[in-house]
Structure formats: structure tokens, C-alpha cells
């Protein structure tokens, strides 16, 4: 379907766009039906000068802004002409193919087993993140925590602020947010770097200005916005792919032994009793 290339190069300027040529690109990006897209009407529609609208369509690689709607305007109806009605699994289908094809190329496998390291070598991890990216550090502490890691996911927005402040040298902090502007993320991995903790950042917004409490390490995650998913798929889905990269990535380190602590853990959780636990190899205590 060539509607996924005009997508692709809204995508791979979007970055580079002031912020009103991106609403022009959110329009664009969400949009899945036939509409006026002369400059006048959309301009009006938009709020933008027409100015606007050709500066945008250069940044996306075309002479113009006519040339643009053309060339959109006709792989749309070709993609329209595709598609039969009621078929919404196409669409996410499709979303997740561009998802998966984006998500995973921009993956550095360098950086996740930097990353890998510094969880093995740190005293206690927590995990910030707020909303969705809160519901993602959840999932993140279930399964990490089964590779015998002290792992702790807060996603109360004073609990993050109150944890960095007492976090400490050989502590490590992992912090997600989409948006990159979610201040209480923000805000609290620079105070768990100036406390001593090694930090990491996951976000789908640009990284952080430059100051002496940069993370440690900033990985970047596929913006749904730039994928022109809106709100059609849930904004977790490529946080935790990347998950999912680094868990396999932790895994391979001393494979063996947190293979057999993940076993364990299951078993645990599978048994009525309690089984003295991996963790600590001393010996059981009597109560």
C-alpha cells in the first residue's frame, strides 16, 4: 500500500519541524479519509497561514505544497480503494507493521547491553513513570524482579519525587515518559543524578537540554504521534518492545544462573508454602 510512504517522510522530518508545521504533520499523520486539502481550506481548517503549509511540505522533501497534496491525495485513494469497510484490523495491521519495522531498526544493541550491565551491577533499581509509562514500569518490575534484580516501580508522582531524593551511589534509576515533558520524570531523574544514582531515560520526546545531571543513558522510543497512530494504539506498545530488547539482552547475561532464579520465583508463586528463597543463600531461619 504506498499510503506508508507518504507517512514515512512526515515521519522522518518531524523532528525537524517548528511546532506549528507539526500540527500540519499531526493532521496528516491521523488523517484517513478523502477531505478538501486545497491551501485555503486547510489552512483555515488548520489555523495556519499558507506559508505555513509550504514550508511543511519542503521539510518533507517536495517542491511545494502542491506537489504534496497531490501525491498524498492519490496514494490516500489508492489505500481507501484497498480497504473494505469495517476492516479496522487492516489499519492496526498496518500501524503495527510501521511500529515494528521503526521500533526495532532504531534499537542500539550496544546501548541495551550497557544497560543490561549497569542493572546487574546496581544495589537497588527503581523505575519511574507516570500514566501509561507507569503501567509499563509495573510491567517492568514483574519481570525483571524474576531475574533475582531488587527492583521497585514508583508511579505516584510525590513517591517519585520522595525516591530520588533518597536514592543513592550504586542506586540505579530507569525513567519513562513518552512525551519527554513530564515534569515530575524529568525533574526526578535530575535529582536522583545530583543524589549519586545512575540514571537512564526512555523517551519518545527530544532528549533533555544539556546540564551536569544529564542521564546516563537516553533511549530514544518511536513517538506514536510520528507513526500517525493517534490514539489507535495504546502508547505503551513500543516502550515495551524495548522492554522486552533489554529484558532478552539482561537475560543473556549469566544466563544459566537467572534462568534457574526465574524458575524458582515461578514455583514460589505456585506453591501454597513458603520455599526459602534464592536471593539470600544463607540458611533458612526458623520462626
Not at 494504539?233 to 534462568?259: E, F, G, H, W
Request: proline residues 4%.
Amino acid at each position: 500500500m504506498q499510503y506508508r510512504r507518504t507517512i514515512q517522510q512526515i515521519m522522518d522530518s518531524y523532528n525537524q519541524m517548528t511546532q506549528v508545521e507539526r500540527t500540519v504533520a499531526d493532521f496528516f499523520l491521523n488523517n484517513t479519509k478523502p477531505v478538501d486539502l486545497a491551501s485555503k481550506n486547510l489552512a483555515k481548517l488548520l489555523y495556519v497561514s499558507e506559508a505555513t503549509l509550504s514550508r511543511f511540505a519542503k521539510k518533507c522533501g517536495y517542491k511545494g505544497y502542491r506537489e504534496f497534496s497531490y501525491e498524498y491525495e492519490r496514494e490516500l485513494s489508492g489505500a481507501e480503494s484497498e480497504r473494505q469497510p469495517g476492516e479496522a484490523n487492516s489499519q492496526v495491521e498496518g500501524l503495527y507493521g510501521l511500529l515494528m519495522e521503526n521500533s526495532f531498526s532504531s534499537i542500539d544493541n550496544t546501548q541495551m547491553r550497557r544497560i543490561a550491565a549497569m542493572m546487574d551491577e546496581s544495589r537497588r533499581i527503581f523505575i519511574f513513570g507516570i500514566g501509561h509509562s507507569g503501567l509499563a514500569a509495573q510491567d517492568f518490575q514483574l519481570r525483571f524482579m524474576r531475574l533475582g534484580l531488587w527492583i521497585q516501580a514508583v508511579s505516584d508522582s510525590q513517591l517519585i519525587q520522595i525516591t530520588a531524593a533518597l536514592v543513592a551511589p550504586g542506586d540505579l534509576v530507569i525513567a519513562f515518559t513518552m512525551s519527554g515533558r513530564t515534569s515530575e520524570i524529568t525533574g526526578g531523574i535530575r535529582m536522583a543524578k545530583a543524589r549519586g544514582a545512575r540514571t537512564v531515560l526512555f523517551t519518545g520526546g527530544p532528549a533533555p537540554d544539556k546540564s551536569d545531571n544529564m542521564p546516563d543513558e537516553i533511549v530514544h522510543l518511536i513517538s506514536l504521534r510520528e507513526m500517525g497512530g493517534g490514539l489507535r494504539i495504546s502508547p505503551q506498545v513500543p516502550l515495551l518492545m524495548l522492554i522486552d530488547t533489554l529484558y532478552v539482552t539482561c537475560l543473556s547475561r549469566n544466563t544459566y544462573k537467572k534462568a534457574e532464579i526465574s524458575r524458582h520465583a515461578d514455583s514460589m508463586v505456585a506453591r501454597e508454602k513458603p520455599q526459602p528463597s534464592l536471593w539470600d543463600p544463607g540458611e533458612e531461619k526458623e520462626i
